[in-house]
């Protein structure tokens, strides 16, 4: 049921991308759909577009499937990015980074004209922090910073994979912040983004143009009134 949500949602979500256009292609299971889409418009369709990624692990899938990737820095802009997210607040400001990419994936969002995140149903929530807050931080000081995020209540845990550490692909690791009830993650990220060794949390502002969310029964898009700029 979710599986089918995401593939409506992706597959709607890509249908913004006109000829010529060049794309940011985000990180995770619901992207993973708006990159086949995309894949099949440009195959049967003759769609061109250029396409940047903010993972490895996307820019793989892509460029098997037939989509031109080009580095972030030989791009002059970028008109859309199409992303996923893990929650979101009805005033659109959202955790992202449960698939690991969350630096990349909010440098590419704040260099697009155009934002829209792609989910599920399960995502939009009332409050944010049910899901857990991601935390990019370097290698240096590991210990100490995730002893003071403890410290402070917030329950870290390093992130693993197969047994080992998960390493970004920027080379960092990822702290995972389980907040206790009544705790706002943009409140904590506020505060530790202050931190040396923090690089990033998955608190996005709301950027996004609007959202696609998709349901049993079809495809819901939201429109952002007011989307802000990071840059």
């Known amino acids: 049921m979710k599986e089918d949500q995401k593939r409506l949602a992706g597959t709607a979500a890509a249908q913004k991308v006109k000829d010529g256009m060049t794309v940011s292609l985000g990180t995770g299971s619901t992207a993973y759909y708006v990159v086949m889409e995309l894949a099949r418009r440009v195959k049967e369709e003759g769609l061109s577009i250029r396409c940047v990624s903010t993972s490895e692990a996307t820019a793989k899938i892509a460029m098997e499937n037939g989509i031109e990737i080009l580095n972030l820095d030989d791009v002059k802009h970028i008109d859309i ?23 990349r ?20 929530v009332e409050v944010l ?29 390093l992130r693993m994979k197969d047994g080992v550490p998960f390493v970004t692909d920027q080379g960092n690791r990822i702290l995972d912040l389980h907040l206790p009830e009544g705790v706002h993650p943009f409140d904590v990220a506020e505060k530790i983004l202050l931190w040396p060794g923090v690089v990033e949390t998955g608190c996005f502002a709301p950027i996004c143009r609007g959202i696609f969310i998709g349901k049993d029964d079809g495809v819901e898009v939201r429109e952002n009134p007011a989307p802000v700029r990071y840059f």
Do not use: C, N
Not at 91 to 96: A, G, P
Not at 105 to 124: F, N, Q, R, Y
């Open 105 to 124: 994936e909010k440098i590419a969002a704040g260099l697009s004209d155009e934002v829209w995140w792609v989910m599920d149903a399960s995502k939009p």
């Open 81 to 103: 990015a199409l992303d996923g997210v893990d929650e979101i607040q009805p005033d659109f400001r959202s955790i992202k980074g449960g698939g690991g990419a969350l630096l």
């Open 129 to 157: 922090g049910a899901f857990p807050l991601p935390v990019e931080v370097v290698t240096y000081g590991l210990d100490h910073i995730r002893e003071k995020l403890e410290s402070l209540g917030y329950r870290p845990t």
